[in-house]
């Protein structure tokens, strides 16, 4: 089992540039989360899908952050335009409903 | 608001020591706690949780509502406990970290 797979691992771009991330979550998984993790800090929920149902989107700063979850299995986090304040690691997991979350490897986004 | 505070950024040990990493949280209700551990170059992953009051890699934590505590503990560090440690907060099926302690144990 490889466990929540995203891409890229790194990325590094200038700001005002578009970003975006690929989460492929644990099969069977019907829910999903995006974190971001700034430095010296713990995660912090973006959004919360339930199969293809964005359930948790309170924190998602949606005037230039989207996320999609086509047909409740893969998503991917957009960042358009980037600012210098988004340089983080963000973190996708998934789990069964109430379940343990599983965490991927994180993606580690420097904007310059 | 619900809150985690883990007051240590690190904590550093010798092997053989008694480890105590320490987590308060602020939270009007039953609260659901967690403690996570990420070691260097792996990912998150759960160390335990206060419902299943079990012990994981010597490690165990106990809920003290009055103090609102959750703190982890390990009568005997070991080499391989160095790692990053999170406390978090379930509510909503939401989880709310702390900052994270980092654990040194020293040979």
């Known amino acids: 089992e490889a466990g929540v797979v995203q891409s890229p691992r790194y990325k590094i771009i200038e700001k005002k540039q578009p970003v975006a991330f690929w989460c492929n979550p644990i099969?069977?998984?019907?829910?999903l989360y995006w974190y971001r993790q700034n430095l010296g800090q713990g995660p912090e929920l973006l959004i919360r899908?339930?199969?293809?149902?964005?359930?948790?989107d309170s924190q998602l700063p949606k005037d230039r952050f989207s996320a999609e979850r086509l047909k409740g299995v893969d998503s991917t986090l957009k960042i358009q335009p980037a600012e210098l304040g988004d340089s983080a690691v963000y973190l996708c997991?998934?789990?069964?409903?109430?379940?343990?979350?599983?965490f991927g490897p994180g993606t580690r986004l420097t904007v310059t | 608001a619900q809150r985690v505070t883990q007051p240590e950024k690190l904590l550093s040990v010798f092997k053989g020591a008694p480890v105590e990493l320490k987590c308060n949280y602020s939270?009007?209700?039953?609260?659901?706690l967690f403690w996570y551990v990420q070691y260097s170059r792996q990912r998150l992953q759960l160390l335990l949780r206060?419902?299943s009051r079990e012990s994981i890699k010597g490690f165990t934590a106990d809920l003290n509502k009055g103090e609102t505590s959750f703190h982890l503990k390990k009568p005997f560090a070991q080499e391989e406990d160095s790692a990053m440690y999170y406390c978090a907060l379930e509510r909503a099926d939401k989880l709310i970290f702390g900052t994270g302690t980092r654990l040194q144990v020293f040979p």
């Open positions: 099969s069977g998984h019907n829910t």
């Open positions: 997991a998934s789990s069964l409903v109430g379940d343990e979350q599983y």
């Open positions: 206060h419902i």
């Open positions: 939270y009007s209700g039953s609260p659901e």
């Open positions: 899908y339930e199969n293809e149902e964005a359930v948790d």
